[in-house]
């Protein structure tokens, strides 16, 4: 499986992103995508996570604000980031697990993406 993130950038506080991550490759149907991210100097953290069947999980830093989606039949996973804060500012990466749930833990997620830098900043 090979995966495609876009849509990072440059945003004011406040304001707004959305992330893409296609994937290709020999996909089955039940799967479960991520949204992880990766501050400098911190640990790789989960923002969201959906399942194939529209389970989804949220960081608790992220509800309210970030919405997770997927197109199944494109295979593909969205970010939708609102209120943006600084402290949302890092690499985001998209993750692909051949398991099935939300609640997957990093080591679960055998596939990654490239990652695409996110800067919240005035």
């Known amino acids: 499986v090979q995966l495609q993130a876009s849509g990072g950038g440059l945003v004011q506080p406040g304001g707004s992103l959305r992330l893409s991550c296609a994937a290709s490759?020999?996909?089955?149907?039940?799967?479960?995508m991520a949204w992880y991210r990766q501050a400098p100097g911190k640990q790789r953290e989960l923002v969201a996570a959906?399942?194939?069947?529209?389970?989804?999980n949220y960081a608790d830093s992220v509800k309210g604000r970030f919405t997770i989606s997927r197109d199944n039949a494109k295979n593909t996973a969205f970010l939708q980031m609102n209120s943006l804060k600084p402290e949302d500012t890092a690499v985001y990466y998209c993750?692909?697990?051949?398991?099935?749930?939300?609640?997957?833990?990093?080591?679960?997620?055998?596939?990654w993406g490239q990652g695409t830098l996110v800067t919240v900043s005035s």
């Open positions: 993750a692909f697990a051949t398991g099935y749930s939300a609640y997957a833990k990093l080591r679960d997620y055998e596939f």
């Open positions: 959906i399942t194939s069947g529209g389970n989804t």
């Open positions: 490759g020999s996909i089955i149907s039940r799967n479960s």
